[in-house]
């Protein structure tokens, strides 16, 4: 099964893409995981072999979620720039990094840093492609507040994720009050 087919097994199929000059893509599927909100994955990422702690390597793609009525290009191009990003550090994003906080991540929203995590709230099986060596890790990225960026660095990922556990906020908008 290649890569893609893994994605439209869980997501169903491509709705619409786009593809930076360095030939990135990045592709979008509706009503996942739940109805009005989309999701959009990378695509060409994981061509490149990324070091972890030690000598243990690994391949991304990357995976953000936010309510349809976000402007698709907008996000497209954020997570386009993104993956530049990761490629210019040469190094895996881990669970619990967070980049930022910097401008808002797309025009008009709130939101202005980004947490990596494990893509929970997809069906079992999604998160990992086994049929490449390394295996291709899928890295959700949920959108952060300035105040919930700088509780994560001081205080760590496991603490904040029980935080996000207990309050359960709405992550896929762009515009949600802080939990913090």
């Known amino acids: 099964m290649s890569l ?13 893409a786009w593809q930076s000059e360095s030939g990135m893509k990045v592709a979008h599927f509706r009503d996942k995981p739940v109805d009005d909100v989309a999701t959009y994955v990378t695509l060409g990422l994981s061509d490149h072999i ?33 993956c530049d990003f990761v490629l210019s550090k040469h190094k895996a994003l881990l669970r619990g990094d967070t980049i930022g906080p910097s401008d808002s991540i797309i025009p008009d929203v709130s939101v202005k840093a980004i947490y990596a995590a494990i893509p929970v709230v997809f069906d079992e099986g999604f998160a990992t492609y086994s049929d490449t060596t390394p295996p291709t890790i899928f890295v959700w990225l949920i959108p952060l507040h300035e105040t919930e960026a700088k509780f994560v660095k001081e205080n760590g990922w496991s603490q904040f994720e029980d935080i996000l556990e207990a309050k359960d906020p709405d992550l896929w908008d762009l515009n949600r009050d802080p939990v913090l």
Do not use: C, W
């Not at 690994?58 to 386009?80: D, G, N, T």
């Open 4 to 16: 893609i087919n893994h994605v439209e097994y869980f997501l169903g199929a491509t709705d619409e």
């Open 50 to 82: 990324l070091p972890m702690h030690g000598e243990r390597t690994v391949r991304e793609e990357l995976v953000f979620s936010a309510y349809e009525k976000y402007p698709r290009a907008q996000i497209a191009s954020f997570l386009l720039t993104f």
